[in-house]
T-cell receptor, first 118, second 113 residues
Framework: AQKVTQAQTEISVVEKEDVTLDCVYE???????LFWYKQPPSGELVFLIR??????QNEISGRYSWNFQKSTSSFNFTITASQVVDSAVYFC???????????????FGPGTSLSVIP | NAGVTQTPKFRILKIGQSMTLQCTQD?????MYWYRQDPGMGLKLIYY???????DKGEVPNGYNVSRSTTEDFPLRLELAAPSQTSVYFC????????????FGPGTRLTVT
């Protein structure tokens, strides 16, 4: 069975601090995809990144970086020099690749609520 | 570019009433989805559609129905509303289905009392 765990329910940091959001996943698939989404207070989920299981290179996009480690089944998300606008709920998600069906379910983690205090 | 739009944004229903949540996308995406989000539980898939005329159940389909007569529209019907259906409902769409990223609407906050 597939599962996504985000053990940190809520995190508070002071502006300009670095913060890492943890994501641990379980899957028996050899090919799978991992995602991060951001849900700001306005409510709409916004896609941040997608990573496939064959690409373990870390990725950096501005103040955001992602560390994918298959050995520990983790796909952690770090925000450097956090800002108030980073305050949101962040969801990690997992999807396999099925050859039998036309749709592969996306499993979302429970989310981590990040508050950045000015 | 409107993306994915949902109406209404808020709704209060009495137990036993019915309603339809509207969802429209203008990105010509083949795949569309309905999720519900309960506090601290992430998103659960209710129904999905891989194209006009094709729909299928997700994880939590009981109490809901969908139709997909056009590529753009994917309405969600609640029949005989129950308090357990109090939630925030999100419609999403994607091109070519997973594992592509999904584009979400702003959500509908539904309360059943």
């Amino acid at each position: 069975a597939q599962k996504v765990t985000q053990a940190q329910t809520e995190i508070s940091v002071v502006e300009k601090e670095d913060v890492t959001l943890d994501c641990v996943y379980e899957t028996r698939d050899t090919t799978y995809y991992l995602f991060w989404y951001k849900q700001p207070p306005s409510g709409e989920l916004v896609f941040l990144i997608r990573r496939n299981s064959f690409d373990e290179q870390n990725e950096i996009s501005g103040r955001y970086s992602w560390n994918f480690q298959k050995s520990t089944s983790s796909f952690n998300f770090t925000i450097t020099a956090s800002q108030v606008v980073d305050s949101a709920v962040y969801f990690c998600a997992l999807s396999g690749v099925s050859t039998k069906t036309s749709y592969d379910k996306v499993i979302f983690g429970p989310g981590t609520s990040l508050s950045v205090i000015p | 570019n409107a993306g994915v739009t949902q109406t209404p944004k808020f709704r209060i229903l009495k137990i036993g009433q019915s309603m339809t949540l509207q969802c429209t996308q203008d990105m010509n995406h083949n795949y569309m989805y309905w999720y519900r989000q309960d506090p601290g539980m992430g998103l659960k898939l209710i129904y999905y559609s891989v194209g006009a005329g094709i729909t299928d159940k997700g994880e939590v389909p009981n109490g809901y129905n969908v139709s997909r007569s056009t590529t753009e529209d994917f309405p969600l019907r609640l029949e005989l509303a129950a308090p357990s259906q109090t939630s925030v409902y999100f419609c999403a769409s994607s091109y070519v289905g997973v594992p592509r990223e999904q584009y979400f609407g702003p959500g509908t906050r539904l309360t059943v009392t």
